[in-house]
Structures are given as structure tokens and as C-alpha cells.
């Protein structure tokens, strides 16, 4: 599930609505209404899927995640973009235009 074309930090997403998640134990499971497909998340890219959630942009994310997970932001930096990468690739999150 991983694309080599970077998704701009600058843009704001939001989850798709035809997309529902729950939290199980440290992972996040998210249907997606549209396909039926079932996509599993770890800690830190569900973390990111609920902060996401909560309306929060892509720096503000970014900045959340480095206290809770105390990684270094480089690092934290290509994981987000491939975390990003998959989730518009499979139809989870939307850019918002509002």
C-alpha cells in the first residue's frame, strides 16, 4: 500500500465518511463502506488516524506525535508520509476544500 508520490504536508485532510474506524487495543481497525475493505493500524499510525479525527492539521499532528511518542522528527517525518501516502491512496482520507 505504499506510493513513491509525495502528498503535500501543507494540505488539510480529513477521513472519508464512508470510512468508520474503531480502536482495538493499541491498533485501529477502519472499514471502508464504499469497497468493504478492513484496514488495520498500528499505535502510531492510529494515533495519527485519530488525531486526524479530531480535525487537527498535518503539523499540528506532527507536533502531538513527537511529544507522545518522543521519536525524532525526521524520522517521524517519513513515516507520516507514508502513513499519508496510504491512507489517500486507498480512499481513507480526502483533502479537505472547505
Known sequence: MQNSDAIPFNLSYRPN????????GSDVIIINLKND???SLNKTAGRFWELLMAEMTIPEIKKQLVVEFEVD????????QIVLNNL???????????
Open 37 to 39: 475493505r478492513i484496514y
Open 17 to 24: 465518511p464512508e470510512a468508520i474506524y474503531q480502536r482495538v
Open 88 to 98: 489517500v491512496q486507498e480512499g481513507l482520507i480526502v483533502e479537505n476544500l472547505e
Open 73 to 80: 522528527r525526521e524520522s517521524l517525518n517519513r513515516e507520516i
